[in-house]
């Protein structure tokens, strides 16, 4: 995964970077309010420069990007495959869904009960997940504030699921590619939330 995605601020985001994105010779953070066109042909030309025997992490934080900004963006985020990038941004909707599709969300850096029991989920076992999954989904069908939560907990699992496969990639080369799948489907009309996260609950 070389383009990933934080949810959050800068200053809470960045403890919880790999070490090798906070500081060093192949390094560059960039910060601030609206990401322009200016700015992503800086960044572009970053990228493009970045040599190609070693690994260039490029942290992106800013609170809103222009559209135009973000399409210059795709092309590099496609290209060079040796960059990592770490963008950060206040929330998924800032960003594109075009570009959000090229990046792997490793984390949402906003603690709540709904990430403690995301987080909780992955410590049970396989039966024990299942055994959750079909209570937490019989409650979904009750009221649709249920629903609602139900579905913020899904996609944090997946989001806690991404992070875990990003910490070690090679362990949980399947529990990526299973992230990835879910991730497409789960905010289809008519998916079934419940299916996509069993299979999670067997990658784990």
């Known amino acids: 995964m070389h383009a990933v995605l934080y949810i959050g601020t800068y200053d809470a985001v960045l ?21 322009t066109v200016d700015d992503a042909v ?29 399409n210059m963006l795709l092309k590099s985020l496609e290209d060079a495959a040796h960059v990592q ?3 950060i941004a206040p929330r998924r909707d800032t960003l594109l869904p075009t570009v959000r599709s090229r990046l ?10 709904v990430r403690a029991e995301a987080e909780a989920f992955l410590a049970l076992t396989y039966p024990e997940r299942l055994a959750y999954l079909a209570a ?14 139900t579905h913020r907990l899904a996609q944090d699992i997946v989001t806690q699921c991404e992070a875990r496969a990003h ?15 879910v991730r ?16 999670l609950a067997l990658s784990v």
């Open 15 to 35: 403890p919880q970077l790999p070490e090798a994105a906070q500081k060093g010779n192949d390094v560059h953070h960039v910060r601030g309010g609206l990401c």
């Open 42 to 70: 800086r960044l572009c030309a970053h990228a493009a420069r970045a040599p190609l025997q070693s690994t260039t992490h490029l942290v992106v934080a800013y609170d809103r990007y222009m559209p135009q900004a973000q």
């Open 85 to 87: 990038w770490y963008f």
């Open 104 to 113: 792997s969300e490793v984390a949402n850096v906003a603690s709540s009960a």
């Open 136 to 149: 937490r989904y019989a409650k979904a069908t009750k009221t649709d504030e249920e629903k609602a939560i």
């Open 167 to 181: 910490r070690d990639p090679i362990k949980y080369a399947q529990l990526a590619r299973d992230t990835r799948f």
């Open 184 to 199: 497409t489907y789960l905010d289809q009309p008519g998916a079934s939330g419940k299916m996509l996260l069993e299979l």
